[in-house]
């Protein structure tokens, strides 16, 4: 299985450079793809292309979704097999993407697919022969391109941070995808004590756009609306509905 790795930077050079070499060592020959969102320090971009099959830049910080929008259409149209999503701060354990790939070969209905930053309080349930921690997830996601083809595009609507990845999994959910982490391993959240480290408050745009995200929850119940081919055409577009 062909892995991209996706991954969005800004600053914070001194967690990134601990972070991104212990999770490359451990990659299995996965492809890094990296979009660095505005950072002024110097020292990244050298660093990121160490590591990198390719580093892409844009002046200003744009979120999120955009962001991993674009990488996602990208390595989607060079063929990958599987696409997962990183951060600069979340340092994963040895084997993170090789334990991944086994559940998504193992479990051809996987949607999201994790490794826990803390006890998940999940049942533990086997599926396919593999075990499994069912349940809404986050952290360092890994799709398959099946998973993107049924479900499309993050939703930007959202603005640069929101409930994104909670949409994700409830799309997910709709279309018959399991979402669960993998028992026994754990990734370590290296730094998140201050909300301004990523260019915004990401409590305050929670806050700000949860209402928006659970006004439109009930769009859901019909499974046309869960595939949203381009992150700018959202479920609270009148205008938009799946053929």
Known sequence: MKVAILMLSYERFDTLSKVLPSNM???AGADLFVLDQGSTDPRVLPFLKEYAKE????????????????????????????FQFIANDIMEPVGWITEKVKHLQAI???????????DSGYCTKRVNGMWIHPGHVIGQFIISRATYEKLGALREDFGMYGPIDLDYNLRCEKLGLINYY????????????ANDLYGYDKAQKVSDT?????????RYEDRSNCHIPNGEYTINADQYHVQ
Request: aromatic share 12%.
């Open 108 to 118: 051809p209905e996987s949607g999201m697919v994790s490794i826990a930053l803390a």
């Open 210 to 218: 949860w209402p928006e995200f659970i006004n439109t929850v009930s």
């Open 182 to 193: 993998i028992p026994c391993l754990r990734a370590v959240h290296m730094d998140d004590r």
């Open 55 to 82: 580093v892409f830049t844009l002046p200003d910080n744009v979120g999120i979704s955009k962001g991993f929008n674009f990488l996602l259409k990208y390595c989607y149209d060079l063929g990958y097999d599987a």
């Open 25 to 27: 060592v451990h990659a």
